[in-house]
RNA sequence: GGCGGCGUAGCUCAGAUGGUUAGAGCACACGGCUCAUACCCGUGUUGUCAAAGGUUCAAUUCCUUUCGCCGCUACCA
């Protein structure tokens, strides 16, 4: 039998624009877990991609004066270099326009309609020909267009309909009995909230008279699939449902759907219900994070207070917006992002706690044992106690990780960061060197390089980069595919080996 | 309107099935050290734990009410 394998998805992004900080910030949570599971041993599936049919895209196009084909054509290259930019280990990339999705959305909608899940129905509702967008009654200002503030005209036309409200009392049990499907538990109970409502069923089609940018239906020729429906069967097409089966069986059921909050209800109503109907497992975890906001207001581009995350990027490196994101919030509530911030973060704790106690090691090395490795010595109290926290910071990240909760990880492995520092001030190794006392100076460097060693593993999933750099000044004879937790078993240092000291990895901003 | 949450040091936030001196980081002040990226280490200051009432031997922690903030309640990704 197969082995089961680790599988991980970020939403597909619509490409209708270029990507943001958003995307960057969902798209590195996936890849520190999958760093992580590799790390284990696990056979990862990390799944990413872009979804690109609909009414807004079609819109950008033509804004764009492009074909919808040649306009997503041009943006998800944007997508794939920010990845690229920001060392995402993706298996694969999935486009909801791909000849394997495509086949796959018509098979789920086959399969459902010969079910009798999807029905044909007439929808009534108010349209406004300039937005060329539906709007129900509630939503109308004073019987106007919100949006342009034109009026609408009340039309129906015929639609096909998934039964969602079939499944809303099996859906409610479902998630009442799991507690962990949906995470956080206050995104659950807001869940449960509307879930107490009754449920309309899914209009899942578009006439294409209206909407021509779609997958098409096969039992309706005359219409395109909404574009929700299609976009979430991608957790299923990606990994081989109905074409498949073995690729399916090992990654099937999904270990994480990470999702931001905003499309929580898509995830966890629309979904499990289509795979419930499909009768497929539910994947495990729905995780839905926070929102960035910036200088405590939403990101908008009418504000302008978008960041490029590119440019943050290039100004101060993957490693350090991979920490700032991870480290700065609990992963699930909202975080603000501001430079200055950024930069204190930065200067505190990559700095001056880990790139200083990396380069001050190093350069005592250099001084005192002419850049060897020391043998391990005898331990006295300090570095006993230093030892202990170090080993047991692997059950604090095997603890916080698999619960996404990338903050803590992190302060723990800083809380043996500091300790170190703290150690390196106690115990005056300057002062030994002076004092010829070589023994115990030998013992303090092997035991701070350890620490390092041990930490530069740990902190792979979080900054890859950076822990390939400190593994390379640490001399450390270890290949990227080497970094796992079996390795770790191993030992890392030995002694008599030559250190590799380089510039500082973390230089300090000054933020004048 | 309904459901849910939050209001704790200057700032960002932890926290306790109620119980001796309420915590962390940042900022600030003073001191130490010199291996280091003007770094690191130590010490210290500030809080009627939103307000009022109740339960209790005891509440910031439970209950009620008030005030303030926020989220969810859409066929928009």
Request: glycine fraction near 8%; aromatic fraction near 12%.
């Amino acid at each position: 039998m197969g082995k089961k394998r680790f599988y991980i998805t970020s939403p597909l992004y619509y490409v209708n624009a270029d990507p943001h900080i958003g995307h960057a910030y969902t798209e590195i949570a996936c890849d520190c877990i999958a760093r992580y599971e590799r790390m284990k041993g696990k056979e990862v599936f990390f799944l990413t991609g872009t979804d690109e049919h609909g009414q807004k895209i079609l819109r950008s196009a033509e804004d764009n004066g492009k074909a919808p084909i040649d306009f997503v054509d041009s943006v998800v290259p944007k997508f794939k270099d920010l990845w690229k930019g920001l060392s995402i280990s993706y298996d694969d990339f999935i486009r909801t326009t791909e000849k394997r999705h495509v086949d796959t959305v018509q098979k789920v909608l086959a399969t459902l309609y010969k079910k009798g899940d999807i029905y044909q129905d007439e929808y009534k509702g108010f349209y406004c020909t300039p937005c060329e967008t539906f709007w129900p009654k509630m939503q109308l200002e004073d019987g106007l267009c919100p949006d342009c503030k034109h009026k609408v005209e009340e039309i129906s036309e015929t639609n096909y309909f998934f039964k969602l409200s079939k499944y809303q009392d099996w859906l409610k049990n479902y998630i009442k009995e799991t507690p962990g499907f949906i995470s956080p538990g206050f995104r659950r109970n807001e869940v449960l909230g509307y879930l107490e409502e009754p449920l309309n069923d899914l209009c899942i089609s578009r006439p294409n008279t209206r909407l021509s940018w779609g997958i098409n239906i096969p039992f309706a020729q005359d219409h395109v699939t909404y574009v929700w429906f299609d976009a979430l069967i991608n957790y299923i097409s990606g990994c081989g449902w109905g074409s498949d089966d073995k690729k399916f069986k090992e990654c099937w059921p999904c270990d994480f759907h990470v999702i931001g909050k905003d499309i929580l209800r898509p995830h966890a109503v629309y979904w499990p219900i289509m795979l419930h109907a499909l009768g497929v497992e539910l994947p495990k975890t729905i995780f839905a994070h926070g929102w960035w906001m910036m200088g405590g207001s939403k990101m908008s581009k009418s504000k302008g207070n978008v960041i490029d995350p590119f440019e943050i990027i290039e100004k101060y490196g993957q490693n350090a917006f991979r920490y700032f994101l991870l480290r700065e919030v609990t992963f699930g509530l909202d975080g603000t992002f501001s430079e200055e911030v950024f930069i204190t973060r930065f200067n505190g704790d990559l700095a001056n706690d880990l790139g200083n106690l990396l380069n001050r090691t190093l350069t005592m090395v250099e001084k005192y044992f002419d850049g060897v490795v020391p043998e391990e010595g005898d331990m006295d109290e300090q570095d006993k106690a230093l030892d202990d926290k170090l080993k047991g910071l692997p059950a604090k990240i095997d603890k916080f990780l698999p619960e996404l909760n990338f903050n803590q990880s992190l302060i723990s492995v800083w809380e043996v960061i500091n300790i170190a520092n703290k150690h390196i001030e106690v115990s005056k190794p300057w002062q030994l060197a002076k004092e010829n006392k070589i023994e115990r100076l030998k013992a303090l460097m092997h035991i701070l390089l350890k620490v390092l060693s041990y930490s530069a593993l740990y902190i792979y999933p979080f900054m890859p980069g950076c822990s390939l750099e400190m593994i390379k000044q640490l001399g450390l004879d270890i290949k990227e595919k080497d970094i796992t937790f079996d390795r770790l078993r191993s030992g890392l240092l030995k002694p008599g080996t030559k250190i590799n000291k380089g510039s500082p990895i973390f230089p300090r901003i000054d933020s004048n």
